[in-house]
């Protein structure tokens, strides 16, 4: 009868071990390890591959688009890889298998009746393993009634360091931007068809976009223009630029585009900015960024119709603004982080979103794109100091939107959105850390 090594292993009964025993239980371990080691790097390894999912509608029949190719584009420092998925009989495609690594950036896309249509900058990490990227194709909606304005926020802050002193300030705006509709809205501005369009205060100058990164300014009807459809749902959009105080005043009014619901503006203490129009209250004293910041809410019982010109100009005490401007050259990349999160409060102060512990010593790696993101330009002005200032920001906040979504206090568009942006700008942070040190 054929036997086996461990054919005398037989442990029913002993009341102690000897050495038999003991040479058996050696040779079972050295049976367990070796797979036990094998099955955790197995679970290790499918732990860090997620995959990227969602269905394509056609919203005009409001049916599935069957046997429809989907793109899948990987952006890998200088290499980029594409893989194309054929979506099922639900519309579904999925790409699977990708690595979590957060300098990758995929774009998925798709093409219908001769319209692009795309996700970029899309991210896979720890946090999130698995997006959902649905694609609802061929309908739009022009109705304005069906996007509002949830807050439109400015803050304002000291102009470049390299800017002459001529009376300029920096102003981030920060839009929380809405469509009712589930369909992307789309409209025409200046013979162009667009996603939205967003009145400027005339004199702006040097407009950078933030949030996303494909708004422009229209300098022939000083608009900021969005491109690409406004998807349903919540989005945000900032940009900053400099301005001028004439005659002691700033005056930042506008006629509105859409209806909108509240200002906020975030003032340095001491520069003697003060809201003229009524329907701003007394305002609250926060302090953002060891900067001490007034902030003015409009009064909630007011709303504003698109088409409505509104006060939004400030008198100045230029007395009391003489030298009162924080002059950190990281300033410009608080006030942007600021904007951030104002637009994710969709309504409601951040201040306490956005207070930092004094933490130290933290890093954390995550996505960078092929093209320079929005921060590089402002980075390159900030001493080392200012940049280890902004990164301790940056993860923050990032805690902050991880806080904020596991409470379900935001939805998992806007988080995901939200948490992209920011940790492509944390690696463009880290990369301007990094050849600063080894300058």
């Known amino acids: 009868m054929p036997t086996n090594e461990f054919s005398s292993c037989n442990l029913k009964g002993t009341s102690q071990f000897n050495s038999g025993t003991i040479r058996c239980i050696i040779r079972l371990f050295a049976i367990a390890l070796p797979l036990l080691f094998w099955l955790s790097i197995l679970q290790a390894q499918t732990a860090e591959l997620g995959d990227i999912h969602g269905v394509v509608i056609d919203k005009k029949r409001e049916q599935p688009l069957v046997s429809h190719s989907v793109t899948l584009t990987a952006h890998k420092a200088d290499a980029v890889e594409t893989q194309a998925a054929t979506t099922d009989e639900n519309g579904n495609y999925r790409f699977g298998n990708l690595p979590l690594d957060p300098n990758i950036h995929y774009t998925v896309s ?3 009746d001769d319209t692009d249509y795309d996700e970029k900058d899309l991210v896979l990490s720890t946090w999130v393993p698995s997006l959902k990227i649905n694609f609802g194709i061929g309908a739009f909606t022009d109705d304005n009634a069906q996007v509002r304005v949830k807050s439109y926020t400015f803050i304002i802050g000291p102009p470049p360091a390299d800017h002459a002193p001529d ?8 839009i929380g931007i809405e469509n009712l509709s589930d369909l992307p809205f789309r409209t025409v501005h200046d013979t162009q068809k667009v996603g939205a369009y967003l009145s400027l205060p005339r004199g702006v100058e040097g407009f950078q976009p933030h949030l996303p990164l494909g708004l422009r300014m229209n300098p022939n009807t000083n608009q900021a223009v969005l491109k690409t459809p406004l998807p349903p749902g919540e989005s945000q959009l900032g940009y900053n630029y400099i301005f001028h105080v004439e005659k002691d005043k700033l005056d930042l009014s506008r006629r509105l585009n859409f209806n909108t619901m509240r200002f906020y503006f975030f003032v340095p203490e001491g520069i003697g900015f003060v809201p003229r ?5 007394a305002p609250k004293r ?3 960024h060891n900067v001490v910041y007034l902030i003015y809410e409009s009064n909630e019982n007011k709303t504003f119709a698109a088409g409505e010109t509104v006060d939004l100009l400030l008198n100045v005490n230029m007395r009391a603004a ?4 924080p002059e950190q050259t990281s300033n410009l990349g608080q006030l942007i982080l600021i904007a951030v999160a104002a637009a994710l409060a969709g309504g409601f102060f951040v201040a306490a979103l956005f207070k930092l512990r004094a933490t130290n010593n933290i890093t954390a ?4 794109n092929t093209s320079t993101p929005s921060d590089a330009g402002w980075l390159r002005k900030l001493n080392p100091d200012d940049r280890e200032y902004v990164r301790v920001a940056r993860l923050e906040f990032i805690t902050h939107l991880d806080d904020k979504y596991e409470k379900q206090e935001i939805s998992e568009r806007v988080y995901k959105r939200l948490r992209r942006e920011q940790t492509e700008r944390l690696t463009t942070l880290l990369e301007a850390q990094k050849r600063g040190n080894n300058a």
């Open 322 to 325: 003489a030298g009162a401007l």
């Open 277 to 281: 129009a009524k329907f701003f209250g």
């Open 365 to 368: 790696p995550d996505a960078d």
């Open 167 to 174: 009376g300029a300030v920096t102003i981030a705006e920060a």
């Open 286 to 288: 926060e302090q953002i």
């Open 110 to 112: 798709t093409v219908y």
